[in-house]
């Protein structure tokens, strides 16, 4: 168990449809990542953010958002669904946030499912 | 371009060092290059990171020559246990994307 912690586990939902996942970071960690699993694509990443602050960006779509509140739990907000945004959704959080890597340590994921 | 690139797939019986190569060409040069292991409906597990030279902990070993473009991960005497997706992840300067790019993945099967 990372600590990390990720709700929905599964969620099914139609095209054009909304949705919100949600993340709670380990606790004392101040970054949250957000991570897209595919089979054609593997692991993109989202997009990052520190302490309430966006801090990197990474291959996200502009129907997909995301904010980190200030009790640092985090919500990826994915909206106009189409079929190829079914996926595994990954949350991996860190203690800090600086411009080099630090050990991410990844929630269970939220399994979306486009119909 | 960045790109992180890995190879697929490997077999490997108990008992052997595995040996698994990420190229990555131009990444950022204040950043570390990151392994993690993933099973099955489960998240990645960080394995070990390092900068340069040789990084060991108790589970792996991590080399990365002078240039960076590439890294290797060593397993030794690995265990069926083993039997997982390995991913390096690496970051890219900022006008490059600037962004953490993971390998595609390489799919380890260990057998008896």
């Known amino acids: 168990d990372s600590g990390v912690t990720q709700t929905p586990k599964h969620l099914i939902t139609a095209t054009g449809q909304r949705v919100t996942l949600r993340c709670s970071p380990r606790?004392?960690?101040?970054?949250v990542y957000w991570y897209q699993q595919s089979l054609d694509q593997g692991l993109q990443f989202l997009i990052q953010y520190y302490n309430g602050e966006e801090r990197a960006k990474g291959n996200i779509l502009e129907r997909f958002s995301a904010q980190q509140f200030p009790d640092l739990h985090s919500e990826l907000n994915l909206s106009s669904l189409e079929l190829g945004d079914s996926a595994l959704y990954f949350c991996?959080?860190?203690?800090?946030?600086?411009?080099?890597?630090?050990?991410?340590?990844f929630g269970p994921g939220t399994r979306l499912l486009v119909l | 371009l960045a790109k992180t690139t890995q190879p697929i797939s490997m077999d490997s019986y108990e008992g052997q060092e595995v040996n698994i190569t990420c190229s990555h060409n131009n990444i950022a040069t204040n950043d570390y290059i990151t392994w993690y292991q993933q099973f099955p409906s489960q998240g990645p597990r960080f394995i070990i990171q390092g900068y340069k030279t040789k990084v060991t902990n108790e589970v792996a070993s991590l080399f990365i020559p002078a240039d960076r473009k590439s890294s290797t991960l060593s397993l030794p005497r690995v265990s069926l246990s083993d039997t997982a997706v390995y991913y390096c992840l690496v970051g890219y300067p900022y006008n490059q994307g600037g962004k953490l790019i993971f390998g595609q993945g390489t799919e380890l099967s260990v057998k008896p």
């Open positions: 606790s004392g960690d101040l970054s």
């Open positions: 991996a959080s860190s203690v800090a946030g600086g411009r080099v890597q630090e050990t991410q340590y």
